[in-house]
């Protein structure tokens, strides 16, 4: 333990409520990544697992008394919006290729 | 011709500086020699690329071949006693540690000029000339399609023919022997969609190869056991040491002598040369029995020096020489197409010249290629003409009495006189250069070779025989021909009287010249530029024995010939050699030795000296020939079926004919001993590279990496969410596992 890193003590109500929070944003998003076919709904998936880890960050940040992951957070938010522009336009694109928003309509690169 | 002057005033130039100040001027232009040939040769390939379609690249031939003989003419008026060499360019000059001898390599172009090279180079640009003068008419049929590359191979052949000769060290030498090598090839395979010419050529070059190793570790030896290749500083060096035991030195005739005898077709190499009669007829005549076989000839008398002080290696010559004459005198007795015969006859009379180089006559042997070169290019282009005549016809058996057909009476008159030329009848050149060798064979001090002076007399009767059962059966008797399936693509333009393919259907029946019947064959005579050049052989066939008219004549008057190898270094160490002998008088100074000095010797024939015996002998020979070639293929030419008939019938002759008619079998016998044998090593290690290299090493490793993706291919099933099940159960492995770690840590 670093004697300058001042800590709260384990157990902060809290953190714990954001570190739970986070981890069910998190076990949602996949299971919906898993479950679901349709593209764009999948790619909600991501952005939630997405907000989850940012979740804990910020958390993990409190735990620390740091604003770091706060700060990683906004950038990771900045990202994403972009990303999240790039991949609907990704996802615009498949489907006016095979006129379906199904992943499943995609596997010319599996090994049979 | 546009670009010579500008060439020559370089070449005048070049020659300029180092010419020594004895010599006479006009030597500064032996460079044209060389390089006259070289510029139509360029100039032919320019023709070649703008697609002429005249006659244009003979025409620059021509004129290149002339201005060269007209050079080496020149030439022969100013060169003196003493070699001068001509340095045109500074090629290879490598020196290291001290530079002394055997520390630096000199090659530079250079041009030794001597009377040898300048009498060698006379025949062969004048012979040169005149051929390419004949070839202009005779290839016309090609004019536009080979015609080009035919002249373009022409004039290379010329110019390294003048590197080889007038080179002056081993590697021009030798630059210009792989030269006239890649021409003949070229030339041979002139009709490439032949596949016995193509066959004939592959085989010409590298029966040659064979030589040619020889030739250029003989070069690498001399270097090694002299310090240098250019021919001044080698004469001064085998002067100063001429005979050393070592093995090294031993060695170089040895292999100067495969080389030649690659070159000039001798025992064992000479199988190329009766399969490059595929080559058109002009060529044949040119560089397959008049010029370029006879560089083995130059090569040994101008490497003299080196063979004179090995009697074995000399021994060995002249015993190739006589039995190679005997051999191809045989096999030119029985065979039926009429430039083979001259082929096989070609072969035999090298076997001469090889024979007298053995017997330490220079002289004789370059006399005799002197007047070899003449008549059987006279008889290998009236060959030609009758080819060109009768739609390539050779067959002896199929054409009868040409002296009486309209158009052919100079040509059969020229090819009658060759015949007597090539039979050594008595007086003429031949008969001087023959006796020359077999007077040298019988006096000789080496004893071994005595005997081949006798098969000499043989095959002397033997080639009378051969030359005149064509003479004879072709020239003489009732006019009888059939044409030949041969139309020199002349399907497009009758204007020769060739008939076409399917009006020459008339098989064996005896068509007369006269009868001008729609369809028949009608043979055509050839047009000047085919007779000028025959009629310019035949008056150098006939004037080539005036030197040994005028000995004849005037006994204290030195052979012209004699006097042109006595100044070489083919007569270098000859007189040492040889005081006891016959030429004490030739190689003592500037004036060649009588012929007549043989008489002060003591080698008698049959109670007879020995110039007189081989003289009587000789002239018995031929004559004896004659008259049965006479009877047997004009008086009774059923005689000689019936004779052929009778030897085969029984066991004990039947091989002679058999024999003869296959040539003694022995390009069989190559083909299984040597040709199987490469053949069946060359189909395993080709086994062993497709099965082990290829299949086993090459592309096994190749399929493993395939068969290791084999192993993972199961994973990749496309579906987006298969892969994100395999990630994220993975991830939760991972941190299951380190949730187990920190547990089992934390108690």
Not at chain 2, 113 to 126: H, K, P, S
Not at chain 2, 131 to 145: F, N, P, R
Not at chain 2, 232 to 240: N, S
């Amino acid at each position: 333990m670093n004697p300058i890193d001042p800590q709260l003590p384990p157990g902060d109500p809290l953190v714990m409520l954001g570190l739970l929070a986070s981890a069910i944003l998190f076990a949602v998003g996949i299971v919906g990544f898993l479950s679901r076919r349709n593209m764009i709904t999948m790619f909600l998936c991501t952005e939630l697992m997405f907000q989850g880890a940012g979740l804990a960050m910020i958390s993990y940040g409190r735990q620390h008394m740091d604003l770091s992951g706060q700060v990683f957070v906004i950038f990771i938010l900045t990202v994403a919006a972009a990303e999240a522009a790039l991949a609907l336009g990704l996802v615009v694109l498949l489907y006016r290729r095979k006129e379906t928003l199904s992943a499943e309509a995609w596997k010319e690169l599996a090994e049979s | 011709m546009i670009a010579a002057p500008a060439m020559l005033s370089s070449v005048l130039a070049l020659a300029e500086g180092p010419l020594d100040a004895h010599a006479a001027p006009e030597l500064r232009w032996a460079g044209l020699a060389l390089l006259l040939p070289l510029v139509s040769g360029v100039l032919c390939l320019l023709c070649g690329w703008m697609k002429v379609r005249s006659k244009l690249p003979a025409a620059l031939t021509i004129a290149a071949l002339g201005g060269a003989f007209a050079t080496i003419l020149r030439l022969q008026g100013a060169v003196g006693d003493t070699p001068v060499v001509i340095n045109l360019f500074d090629w290879i000059s490598w020196t290291w540690g001290d530079g002394s001898r055997f520390h630096g390599f000199t090659a530079n172009v250079d041009l030794y000029i001597d009377r040898l090279t300048i009498f060698w180079m006379l025949f062969v640009t004048g012979l040169g000339t005149l051929i390419a003068l004949y070839a202009s008419e005779y290839m016309e049929s090609d004019v536009g399609k080979g015609y080009t590359r035919f002249f373009g191979a022409v004039s290379i052949f010329l110019f390294a023919m003048g590197c080889l000769v007038m080179g002056g060290n081993l590697v021009m030498l030798y630059l210009g022997w792989e030269g006239v090598g890649l021409a003949s090839y070229l030339l041979i395979g002139y009709y490439f969609t032949k596949p016995e010419a193509v066959a004939a050529a592959k085989k010409a070059f590298i029966v040659n190869r064979i030589g040619d190793l020889g030739l250029a570790l003989a070069l690498f030896l001399i270097w090694q056991c002299y310090g240098t290749v250019e021919y001044a500083a080698l004469w001064k060096a085998i002067e100063a040491a001429p005979a050393s035991s070592e093995w090294t030195a031993q060695a170089i005739p040895w292999l100067l002598m495969l080389g030649a005898f690659g070159k000039s077709a001798q025992l064992p190499l000479y199988v190329w040369l009766p399969d490059a009669m595929e080559g058109p007829t002009p060529v044949s005549a040119l560089i397959h029995a008049a010029t370029m076989v006879t560089a083995g000839v130059y090569l040994i008398a101008r490497m003299f020096p080196l063979f004179i002080v090995n009697p074995d290696a000399l021994a060995a010559v002249a015993w190739v020489g006589g039995l190679t004459a005997l051999l191809a005198a045989t096999i030119g007795m029985a065979q039926y197409d009429m430039k083979r015969i001259w082929a096989y006859s070609t072969i035999s009379q090298l076997g001469y010249m090889f024979l007298g180089l053995g017997v330490g006559t220079t002289f004789g042997a370059s006399y005799h290629v002197f007047t070899h070169a003449f008549f059987k290019a006279l008889l290998f282009l009236t060959a030609g003409a009758v080819m060109h005549g009768f739609a390539g016809q050779l067959d002896i058996r199929k054409l009868s009495g040409l002296l009486k057909v309209p158009g052919f009476r100079l040509v059969s008159l020229l090819a009658v006189l060759g015949c007597f030329w090539l039979a050594a009848f008595p007086f003429t050149a031949a008969f001087f250069s023959k006796d020359e060798i077999l007077v040298s064979a019988f006096t000789a001090k080496d004893e071994r070779v005595h005997v081949l002076g006798w098969i000499g007399l043989v095959v002397a009767a033997l080639t009378a025989y051969y030359t005149f059962r064509v003479g004879f059966r072709v020239f003489f008797g009732p006019v009888k021909y059939e044409p030949g399936d041969e139309h020199h693509g002349h399907d497009g333009h009758d204007d020769h009287g060739h008939a076409h393919g399917s009006h020459v259907s008339h098989g064996s029946s005896a068509a007369h010249g006269g009868h001008g019947h729609h369809g028949e064959f009608h043979p055509h005579g050839p047009r000047w530029a085919i007779r000028v050049p025959l009629v310019l052989i035949a008056v150098g066939a006939i004037l080539a024995g005036w030197p040994s008219y005028r000995t004849m004549l005037n006994h204290d008057e030195p052979n012209w010939v004699k006097t042109q190898v006595a100044q070489s270094s083919a007569y270098q160490g000859v007189a040492a050699e040889s005081h006891d002998s016959h030429d004490d008088h030739a190689a003592a100074s500037t004036a060649a030795g009588t012929d007549h000095a043989h008489a002060d010797h003591g080698h008698l024939v049959l109670g007879m000296d020995a110039h007189t015996a081989v003289g009587r002998l000789g002239s018995l020979a031929c004559i004896a020939g004659i008259l049965v070639s006479l009877y047997l293929h004009l008086i009774n030419r059923g005689a000689a079926d019936a004779l052929r008939r009778t030897l085969l019938g029984s066991i004990a002759t039947r091989w002679i004919v058999v024999g003869a008619e296959r040539k003694w079998l022995v390009d069989e016998f190559y083909d299984w001993v040597i040709r199987l044998p490469l053949r069946l090593v060359a189909n395993i290690l080709s086994a062993i590279d497709e099965l082990l290299l290829d299949a086993g090493i090459v592309n096994g490793i190749g399929a493993l990496p395939a068969a290791f993706g084999r192993l993972f291919r199961p994973l990749y099933g496309g579906v987006v969410q298969g892969y994100a099940v395999t990630m994220a159960g993975g991830v939760a492995l991972v941190a299951a596992w380190v949730i187990w770690i920190w547990l089992r840590g934390a108690n």
